[in-house]
């Protein structure tokens, strides 16, 4: 230490506070990661599951051997007919599209949120109203050593309906709007 | 008890946190930047509103795209602050937090891992001596540190034991990082989809990364070690960085890295670049 050094720390009646804070933020950690880990986790986790969500750091854990996409179609005049989704939503993340986490997909209110901003969304972009949607889960196997993901049989690609929609159907969102 | 405190409060020097609110500051301009393309897709937007746990602000609050305007632009504000520093930093970062939490919970669906691991290290930079000018030649509690190194050995350590645990074997052989090199968002870089099918690389890779992650909370207590456990974790990111597509985490993970150094180690480094400087100029006048 050199002489006339300018040092300070915590005043002293913050220092048995700012310790047990640390500690209580550890419990917090372990906690946290003890929810995803573990089997049987803590009943804490299992009761608020959301609390811990913002201590937990499961990242690329898991071996994923398939892409998973989303497309829909439209009922237009008695047809359907495809149509690109992702144009109807362009801001992306370097996760996807908004509703390209499979979370989202798993989330009934969200895909029926999803299904009817889309009949609003494709009447404004085609300028014919869809009377029904559907939205389906589209799985191939991912290909190692190549920027081409070729999708078809040989991928093992398979298609899953996740919702059809009635375009005339409301639905209630937050704050009792209705679309 | 007062011992242990007393080595606890110990002061440190404090020129690392300087370091760390000017990165603190670029890195976070260039995460919120992008997000006004957004505005009238997913932020202000009146047909794809959502609200459910943890973030309900949607039934309070539903944003016009010009509130999402005002909201984006007002920590841009904070940012302006915490850049300026001095007794403006610790508000700017609060107006920051305020900000850029309102835009991310009103959109309530993507908030990503750097999005809290931004939040983390601002809250760490909170508890640490950023509202002071003139740092490099004072020494400050470490109160922050340690809260910064608790958040950093749980996310390495958790993110680390939990590979090595669930998934252990695709792990060790490489396979699990090959998959995630050809993810359709994450993945798909040039760098990263050449090594997917090369298991020499993937395997090796793995092991640097399961070998850094898990050891982090053990090793970086170790002042010997903790200079060369950064430099790994630069090394990390950068790799991570060149071959996978994940926004701006790995530039969010390094902010905190100049007081995650220990700070005898960075006030070494830091005179023998003023020393550096100095010699050179003095070259130079002669």
Redesign the interface.
Known sequence: MTKG??????P?WL??P??LL?IA??GY?WT??RS??SKTPPRIAVRN??TF?????????????Y?V?MEAEALVEGQWESFDLDAL????????Y?Y??SV?RR?G??MR??A??TC??YADAHGTPPAMLRFHKIKWR??????K?PRGKKRRESSTLLLEWDCNRGLD???G?V? | ?NNL?DR????QWAGGWTAARYLFVLVAFVTHLPRW??IG??YGV?????????FFL???W?FSPVTAWGVWAAAFVGLGMLLYGGKLAKPGMLVWLLFSWLLLAN?A??I??YD?LLTWTAWGLLLGPIGERGLT???????GR??LL??FC??Y???G???T???TE?WLNG????????????G?Q?VG??L???PFFTTAMSWFTLAFEAAFPLLIWIRRVNPWLLLAGIGLHAGIYLTM???PFSFVALIAYPVLLHPETARTLHERWHRWRAARRAKKAA
């Open positions: 050094e300018d040092r300070r720390t915590t002293r220092q048995l700012g310790l640390l933020l550890a950690y946290a990661y995803v880990y599951p959301y969500w913002f201590g937990t750091w499961k990242m690329f854990t898991m071996k994923e051997r892409h996409t939503y362009p801001y992306r993340w370097e996760s996807g908004r390209s986490r989202f989330h209110p969200r949120t999803l009817n901003a609003g969304r991912k290909t190692l050593g190549s920027t993901q969102l937050p704050q709007r679309l | 008890m405190l606890l409060y110990t002061p393309r957004g897709d997913v009146s047909d794809m509103v959502f609200s459910n746990p943890p949607a039934d309070y539903i959109e669906l993507n990503k891992a809290r030649a004072k020494h400050r509690s470490p109160y340690w809260f608790l958040v749980a996310l350590g958790s993110t034991w939990l590979k645990l669930k998934e695709g396979e699990v990082l090959a998959y995630h090199l050809v993810h359709q968002h994450f798909l040039a989809v050449w997917s099918d090369k597509n994940v926004g």
